[in-house]
């Protein structure tokens, strides 16, 4: 993950509980106006007005720590303010402190919600900012402070940094998704494509404990990310350009070679696609089982240009990808295309498994909160590629 932060006066690391008399009247946020590139429609203002609770069951947020994710570059890319608020604040995923309330948001722990949904100020948090609200209020992460209600966050594990917790929600919610419908269990041979990618890296760690230690887990991923693959739970990798070790051969021969041929045991279980690769899809037959119970799950077909005939080509993909039957050229898989969506649940799960050390947040890199169009285009050129890692601001 990459993040940028919050500096100044209001550092949460170092002040703790904030009283509400420390909330100003406005603050610093990088909004835009219009639909466009970070680099041309970005402005960072000192004199946003500071947001206000929208119903008596929200918190207000002093935000230590934001994701970058490339949804985000999509919507700010192609979503007239026709259809959103203006201005905009930018990005969803967010780290921080609680300071305000509303008054029906449980001050202590009650069994009807479960003894981790108490949220007083002072609490440490993380979340995001629903699709819906980010459009329609204008609402976003790369500010000093956020509204939100309280069933868009989790408290943050102790033992778990701000910097790690900002990266969970949106990526982490994915790889939930994907995991649950790939249906694994334990002793199957998994291929991650992308396992070091913001989605990826969290879908590699969980993989992983499915499939326990007499499974496979083989992941997709550049030379430069084999290790860190590794680390995540691979027990091997292959470099997406080539691969040396078979001498030289392409990505679908050596899988074929290794994974392929008759014997359908000798073949994958399921296919975990983080990127959205069309030629594995369109070659899958070759190592991945038959059958309903052994998918291709994937987030979908990679966006390879933020214009309108990419966007077109990646509708076009996700149709045919979907129904486009064997006899017509199809392909002779399950092609699950997941959607997913940030829940209670959701935050709730990460939240354990990141405070039962069962997943971590790789954090490729922190930059200060005015370095924030410096980091949306480092996000931006990487997100047609699968090996991209999140972004946080702070």
């Given at each position: 993950?990459?993040?940028?932060?919050?500096?100044?006066?209001?550092?949460?690391?170092?002040?703790?509980?904030?009283?509400?008399?420390?909330?100003?009247?406005?603050?610093?946020?990088?909004?835009?106006?219009?639909?466009?590139?970070?680099?041309?429609?970005?402005?960072?203002?000192?004199?946003?007005?500071?947001?206000?609770?929208?119903?008596?069951?929200?918190?207000?947020?002093?935000?230590?720590?934001?994701?970058?994710?490339?949804?985000?570059?999509?919507?700010?890319?192609?979503?007239?303010?026709?259809?959103?608020?203006?201005?905009?604040?930018?990005?969803?995923?967010?780290?921080?402190?609680?300071?305000?309330?509303?008054?029906?948001?449980?001050?202590?722990?009650?069994?009807?919600?479960?003894?981790?949904?108490?949220?007083?100020?002072?609490?440490?948090?993380?979340?995001?900012?629903?699709?819906?609200?980010?459009?329609?209020?204008?609402?976003?992460?790369?500010?000093?402070?956020?509204?939100?209600?309280?069933?868009?966050?989790?408290?943050?594990?102790?033992?778990?940094?701000?910097?790690?917790?900002?990266?969970?929600?949106?990526?982490?919610?994915?790889?939930?998704?994907?995991?649950?419908?790939?249906?694994?269990?334990?002793?199957?041979?998994?291929?991650?494509?992308?396992?070091?990618?913001?989605?990826?890296?969290?879908?590699?760690?969980?993989?992983r404990q499915a499939v326990m230690s007499d499974g496979l887990v083989l992941g997709i991923c550049s030379s430069s990310k084999m290790n860190l693959a590794k680390r995540l739970g691979c027990d091997e990798t292959l470099d997406y350009q080539s691969s040396p070790e078979q001498g030289g051969n392409s990505l679908v021969s050596s899988l074929v070679s290794r994974f392929g041929g008759d014997a359908e045991d000798n073949k994958f279980d399921v296919v975990i696609d983080s990127h959205g690769s069309q030629n594995l899809w369109h070659a899958c037959p070759s190592f991945l089982k038959a059958g309903s119970d052994h998918p291709y799950v994937t987030v979908g077909p990679a966006l390879q240009s933020y214009s309108v005939g990419g966007m077109l080509a990646v509708i076009s993909r996700m149709l045919s990808n979907s129904?486009?039957?064997?006899?017509?050229?199809?392909?002779?898989?399950?092609?699950?295309?997941?959607?997913?969506?940030?829940?209670?649940?959701?935050?709730?799960?990460?939240?354990?498994?990141?405070?039962?050390?069962?997943?971590?947040?790789?954090?490729?890199?922190?930059?200060?909160?005015?370095?924030?169009?410096?980091?949306?285009?480092?996000?931006?050129?990487?997100?047609?590629?699968?090996?991209?890692?999140?972004?946080?601001?702070?």
């Amino acid at each position: 993950m990459i993040e940028i932060e919050q500096t100044g006066n209001h550092n949460l690391q170092q002040t703790g509980n904030h009283n509400l008399h420390e909330i100003p009247k406005t603050m610093r946020a990088w909004v835009h106006t219009r639909a466009g590139p970070a680099r041309s429609v970005l402005q960072l203002r000192d004199e946003i007005p500071m947001p206000e609770l929208p119903s008596q069951t929200s918190v207000l947020v002093r935000i230590s720590h934001a994701a970058l994710h490339p949804g985000e570059s999509v919507m700010m890319n192609f979503i007239p303010f026709l259809f959103r608020k203006s201005p905009a604040v930018a990005e969803t995923d967010f780290s921080g402190v609680i300071v305000n309330v509303g008054k029906d948001v449980p001050q202590t722990a009650s069994t009807n919600l479960g003894s981790s949904r108490y949220f007083p100020p002072g609490t440490p948090v993380f979340g995001s900012i629903p699709v819906r609200e980010h459009l329609k209020a204008g609402s976003g992460a790369l500010a000093e402070y956020v509204a939100v209600e309280m069933n868009c966050i989790a408290r943050k594990p102790d033992e778990v940094s701000f910097e790690e917790a900002a990266g969970l929600a949106v990526s982490g919610s994915t790889a939930l998704t994907l995991i649950d419908e790939a249906r694994l269990s334990q002793g199957q041979k998994v291929l991650v494509i992308g396992p070091c990618g913001g989605v990826g890296h969290f879908a590699c760690q969980l993989a992983r404990q499915a499939v326990m230690s007499d499974g496979l887990v083989l992941g997709i991923c550049s030379s430069s990310k084999m290790n860190l693959a590794k680390r995540l739970g691979c027990d091997e990798t292959l470099d997406y350009q080539s691969s040396p070790e078979q001498g030289g051969n392409s990505l679908v021969s050596s899988l074929v070679s290794r994974f392929g041929g008759d014997a359908e045991d000798n073949k994958f279980d399921v296919v975990i696609d983080s990127h959205g690769s069309q030629n594995l899809w369109h070659a899958c037959p070759s190592f991945l089982k038959a059958g309903s119970d052994h998918p291709y799950v994937t987030v979908g077909p990679a966006l390879q240009s933020y214009s309108v005939g990419g966007m077109l080509a990646v509708i076009s993909r996700m149709l045919s990808n979907s129904s486009t039957p064997t006899w017509a050229g199809g392909v002779n898989r399950e092609y699950n295309q997941i959607t997913s969506f940030v829940t209670v649940d959701k935050l709730e799960r990460l939240r354990k498994l990141a405070e039962e050390k069962k997943l971590r947040t790789h954090v490729g890199g922190v930059w200060e909160m005015e370095d924030a169009l410096e980091v949306s285009q480092y996000v931006s050129s990487r997100f047609p590629s699968c090996y991209h890692v999140n972004a946080l601001l702070t």
